[in-house]
């Protein structure tokens, strides 16, 4: 089974500042899917950035992006201009998809608190 | 456009006492799973459906029971609750290789 895990319980930084998260997985799979979730105190999972095994370029979508080392099987999440909305648990997620099973299993999160 | 929608969003049993949390979702996802989120533990895969009328157990399943009589329902049963059954309880569905849709949890406390 794959497992995931997120090597620092919690973090904080100051706003407007960069902060990295921490992603490491263990998996035998050539094939999968990467992902981070965040869950604001509205308990609400809301997914941030998604990243293809297959593909080398890192994902990025405005203030977020990755760095994805697939050798190491390292997966960061990266913070840019850190706002107070940002606060929340952070989850990285493994998923493999075996025909129509999305096997998604999760990090137990860190929880990132921007301090104004 | 609802998603998933989860009920009830709070739920206390007592011991022993059974429940359903219902699960119900409107994109036509075929996939469909149920995670139980605990301190320092992240999300647990209870159980999950690749369509309607097969289910699967996945890490943490007992205790629980599941059906899928049609695409868009995935209730979750709870036959004899314990206070190690205490958690936030996610249901989520998703496309073949798509990322996971998530209803807004339930919290359940069993006292």
């Known amino acids: 089974a794959q497992t995931v895990t997120q090597s620092q319980p919690e973090m904080s930084v100051q706003e407007a500042e960069t902060v990295t998260l921490s992603c490491t997985y263990d998996t035998s799979e050539n094939n999968y899917y990467l992902f981070w979730y965040k869950q604001p105190p509205s308990r609400q999972m809301i997914l941030v950035i998604r990243?293809?095994?297959?593909?080398?370029q890192n994902a990025t979508e405005n203030r977020f992006s990755v760095n994805f080392q697939k050798a190491a099987k390292s997966f960061s999440l990266k913070i840019s201009d850190s706002q107070l909305g940002d606060t929340a648990m952070y989850f990285c997620a493994f998923m493999k998809q075996v025909g129509n099973n999305n096997d998604m299993r999760f990090g137990a999160g860190t929880r990132l608190t921007v301090k104004p | 456009n609802a998603g998933v929608t989860q009920t009830p969003k709070f739920q206390v049993l007592k011991t022993g006492q059974s429940m359903t949390l219902q699960c119900a979702q409107d994109m036509n996802h075929e996939y469909m799973s149920w995670y139980r989120q605990d301190p320092g533990m992240g999300l647990r895969l209870i159980h999950y459906s690749v369509g309607a009328g097969i289910t699967d157990q996945g890490e943490v399943p007992n205790g629980y029971n599941v059906s899928r009589s049609t695409t868009e329902d995935f209730p979750l049963r709870l036959l004899s609750a314990a206070p190690s059954q205490t958690s936030v309880y996610f249901c989520?569905?998703?496309?073949?290789?798509?990322?996971?849709?998530f209803g807004n949890g339930t919290r359940l406390t069993v006292t």
């Open positions: 989520a569905s998703s496309w073949r290789g798509s990322p996971l849709h």
């Open positions: 990243q293809e095994a297959y593909k080398q």
